[in-house]
Each structure stands twice: as structure tokens, then as C-alpha cells.
């Protein structure tokens, strides 16, 4: 199975400064039609996740641009270039890629 | 507008069954992959099941193979997971996802708990 290892596993920002999040996967996440597919969702206190990148560095409609995603083969971060107040909560990397799916331990962000 | 509905959790008791329900609207169904998801008490996310679009694929991690069946009815719109012999650790809360390079749009989730 592929493993997802983010750091840190909790970050406290300042509101304005940027953040970023680490995940690590124990495979390369290179389909065999030659896209990766690595997603970043968000989860806020008490709502269900939400997608706001895929395909490494794709923003869903709607994700503000504060939020990007880069990386290759196994290394993926996700940035926030400035942290707001909405941007508390639990911030998951996920491979649907390959089988079985697998999920990061989750990174919980907070304000300082 | 696009939104997925979960039913069907509760409280029931080890070993028995249950079936979760998921309807979709506000979006063409029988076009997308779904997933259901699972996120136990505190805990972080874990996939449970993925149907293909037009129902010929199913796939499982291992904690779910040979308990657990996703299946949907594209006429309903409906999205299923049939949960059999059920254990305390599979209590959670169960999000169904429809799957766009990922999961791109989820349900508000559905509570289980597995409890005597």
C-alpha cells in the first residue's frame, strides 16, 4: 500500500504569514498514463472534507488563490501563502491513484 | 445545486448489518466514480470502497474486503454500502464522495455506531 507521511502533523501561523505542509509518499504516484494524481483536501471543525487541489497543483473552482500545490514523483507540498482566520482545521493529502486509496495523517493548522 | 445525502447510520449492535444510502443530485451520476469514506471519532480520513461509473468495478482495502459492498442504482441516483458483520471499529462517520481526479464533492456524512 502506498503511504502518505505529512509534516508537520500540527502547525500553529500567524494570521498573514504563509504556511506549508509536507507529504511524502512511500511509491511514486506517476500513473501509468502518466499524470499524478495527489490531492489535497481541507477539513474545517465539525464540516466534511473538501477538495481544493488535484493533480498535484490543480486549484478546485472556487479554492481561493492563496492556496497552491507543487511537487513530483514522491514529494508534494501544499502552500498557504497567507493564512487566514477560515483556514483553521485539518488538512489531508490523498493518492486516488492507486489501490487502495490511502490517506496522510491529517496536519492540523492553527492561528497563533 | 450539486449535493450528495447521506442515510442510513445508527446505532447497531457487533456482527449485525447495515446499509448505508447516498442519493445525488444536481449532477449527472452515472458519469462519475463514487467513493465512501469513513472518519472514526477523532481520527483522520480513511477510503473504504470505490464504484466505477457504470457499476462493472469495485474496489477495497483490506479492512473492508468480504464485509463491506458498495453498489449504486444510476436510475435512483443512489450510491450504497452494504456493511455486514459489523465491529466496534467500524464506528465512524461514512462520506459518500463523487470522484473527479479525486474526491471533489461530499456528502455531510452519516453516523455509525457499532455498539451492544
Known amino acids: 500500500d502506498v503511504v502518505l507521511t505529512q509534516t508537520p502533523l500540527s502547525s500553529a501561523v500567524t494570521l498573514g504569514q504563509p504556511a506549508a505542509i509536507s507529504c511524502r509518499s512511500s511509491?511514486?504516484?506517476?500513473?501509468?498514463?502518466?499524470?499524478?494524481?495527489l490531492t489535497w483536501l481541507q477539513q474545517r471543525p465539525g464540516q466534511p472534507p473538501r477538495l481544493l487541489i488535484y493533480?498535484?497543483?490543480k486549484r478546485l473552482s472556487g479554492v481561493p488563490d492563496r492556496f497552491s500545490g507543487s511537487g513530483a514523483g514522491t514529494d508534494f507540498t501544499l502552500m498557504i501563502s497567507r493564512v487566514e482566520a477560515e483556514d483553521v482545521g485539518v488538512y489531508y493529502c490523498?493518492?486516488?491513484?492507486?489501490?487502495?486509496?490511502?490517506f496522510g495523517q491529517g496536519t492540523k493548522l492553527e492561528i497563533k | 445545486q450539486v449535493q450528495l445525502v447521506e442515510s442510513g447510520g445508527g446505532v447497531v449492535q457487533p456482527g449485525r448489518s447495515l446499509r448505508l444510502s447516498c442519493a445525488a443530485s444536481?449532477?449527472?451520476?452515472?458519469?462519475?466514480?463514487m467513493h465512501w469514506v469513513r472518519q472514526a471519532p477523532g481520527e483522520g480520513l480513511e477510503w473504504v470502497a470505490r464504484i466505477s461509473y457504470d457499476n462493472s468495478k469495485t474496489y477495497y482495502p483490506d479492512s473492508a474486503k468480504g464485509r463491506f459492498t458498495i453498489s449504486r442504482d444510476n436510475s435512483k441516483n443512489t450510491l450504497y454500502l452494504q456493511m455486514n458483520s459489523l465491529r466496534a471499529d467500524d464506528t465512524a462517520m461514512y462520506y459518500c464522495a463523487r470522484d473527479s481526479w479525486g474526491p471533489d464533492m461530499w456528502g455531510q456524512g452519516t453516523m455509525v455506531t457499532v455498539s451492544s
Open positions: 490523498m493518492q486516488p491513484s492507486q489501490f487502495p486509496h490511502t
Open positions: 511509491q511514486s504516484l506517476v500513473h501509468s498514463d502518466g499524470n499524478t494524481y
Open positions: 444536481g449532477f449527472t451520476f452515472g458519469s462519475y466514480d
Open positions: 493533480k498535484v497543483s
